[in-house]
């Protein structure tokens, strides 16, 4: 095992080997407080040692749908595809990307999960989702897409900076998709 200069200095103060007795109290103070400055690791480390790097996050997003094979046609329209491996009669997982997954819930099975009732899309606005896109040409065919799919209440804007199309699923899910071409203008 390496060890630190500042453990070599503590052993050299030992009274077997020479050293005074207080003198190693002192040192064995520093040491153990972290007085004495570290010029090294305390022993090596090998890399399966070393802190897990950062996994991302990823977000699962929950939605009651009322005909769940619509939906799934609805998501794969726009080119998502479902998740096999999370899909059953009453539910469907829609892989959006690496990091974000839409779980599409039969009614019945959404209440299982939560104890407050499911929003009505038709008066309330439950949720706003944004997506981002690669670029403003990315926004459009979607938007197409989602439109072609059944999509309502399309709409465009031109923020300047950001450009967005918002549109509701058939469930009622209000979605955006947004292209950023600059950063935001200051306040």
Known sequence: RLRSPRY??????????GGGGEKKDKLQKEFYTGALPRTRPLRYTFPHHQ?????????????????LPKSIAFFKALGFLPNPQFADDTAAGIVISETILVMLLTHPKFTAFSPKPI???????EVLICLSCD????????AAKA?????AN??????GFMYQHSFTDPDG???ALNYMSAPPPQQ
Not at 51 to 67: E, G, T, Y
């Open 147 to 151: 439109v072609a799919a059944g999509a």
């Open 119 to 125: 929003c009505d899309t038709s008066k309330a606005v």
């Open 51 to 67: 802190p897990h790097p950062k996994m991302s996050r990823q977000i699962c997003l929950n939605l009651p749908v009322a005909d």
């Open 173 to 175: 899910h209000c979605w």
């Open 8 to 17: 070599a200095r503590l052993r050299s103060a030992s009274p077997r080997r």
């Open 154 to 159: 399309a709409e465009a804007t031109d923020y």
């Open 135 to 142: 670029s403003r040409a990315e926004v459009e065919e979607k």
